[in-house]
Each structure stands twice: as C-alpha cells, then as structure tokens.
C-alpha cells in the first residue's frame, strides 16, 4: 500500500495541484481525496463492517508518511484518523454505520472542534458547554481552529456540562 501510494503521489500529486487546492474554495483537492479513498487510505483503520479495513497504528504510520512526504492537504488525519477513532469508540450505532461507511469511502468528512480561544493547547477547554433539555441537548459557546472545518459534513463537538463535572463529544451534522 505504501508503495502504490508513493507512486501515485509522485505522478499525480504534484506542487502545482497542491497550489491549485490551496487557492481553491475548498482548500483541497476532490478528486485527489476521492483517489485516497479508493487507494484505501481513507478506510484504512475503519473496521471492515463500516466499509474500512481495520488495520492497526503501524500500518497507518507506513500510510502517513508517504502523506508527510508529499505534504498531503487532504483530511486524512481530521476525519479518517482522529474522528474516525472517535466514532468507533464512542459512536451509536447508526452514527457508526452512517458516518464510518461515509468516510471510509471518500463521502464524508467529518472534523474534530476542540480548540478554544484563549485555551491553547488545552484539549480540556470548559468554554463550550451543554445542557440537557428534555429529550434534548443544548450547547453553547464557540470552538476555533477546527481542521478543515469549511468542507466538513460533520463535526465531533466537545463540550462540558457544570452539572457533571464532565466532557462530552457530539456528533453534529
């Protein structure tokens, strides 16, 4: 996989389209991450129910670094790494089937929001929070520096609740 991947980012991935996706309003290329995803590097370490081919941290260390070498833009890291990781643990299970099948097929991007003004790198940040409201949950406040947050279909949204002194995640379209 390594291998073809290296030759496909040598011959079709070169510093002019990289430029070109930069300039671009969606600041990547389309059709080089629906290539990604057909090369399998999108499902890589999705389990293979979802689509994916469940392979573990060493294969997507060889993976990513061929991306490294060629200074990928493409949201491998955002939504087929961290937010794919995520949803596998802590996903129901029509979240899963939905949004795991998508990614892993180059469908969907789905992107961590985390960071928070004025919180540096802290990753536990109480600035966003939630409330339950009925049957309901209500968030407020304000992530920033959300990976690829202009062309994500989703976003993974920690927020913290006073009332039990806890972080949760949400999955939000």
């Not at 994916?52 to 991306?67: I, N, P, R, Y």
């Not at 060629?70 to 129901?92: D, T, Y």
């Amino acid at each position: 996989l390594a291998d073809s991947l290296r030759r496909f980012l040598n011959t079709e991935y070169s510093f002019e389209k990289r430029r070109e996706s930069i300039n671009s309003q969606e600041s990547f290329d389309p059709a080089a991450f629906s290539a990604l995803a057909d090369l399998g590097v999108l499902g890589l370490s999705i389990p293979s129910q979802y689509g994916g081919f469940g392979e573990d941290a060493s294969t997507e260390m060889l993976v990513q670094k061929e991306l490294g070498r060629a200074l990928v833009l493409e949201p491998v890291i955002a939504s087929s790494v961290i937010s794919s990781a995520i949803l596998e643990k802590f996903g129901s299970e029509p979240q899963k089937e939905h949004w795991l099948t998508a990614v892993a097929q180059g469908n969907a991007i789905v992107s961590p929001a985390y960071l928070e003004s004025n919180s540096r790198e802290c990753t536990t940040a109480k600035g966003a929070r939630y409330k339950r409201d009925g049957e309901h949950y209500v968030l407020s406040g304000h992530k920033c520096l959300v990976w690829h947050g202009c062309v994500a279909h989703a976003f993974l949204v920690s927020a913290y609740d006073d009332a039990k002194n806890a972080h949760s995640v949400f999955l939000i379209p």
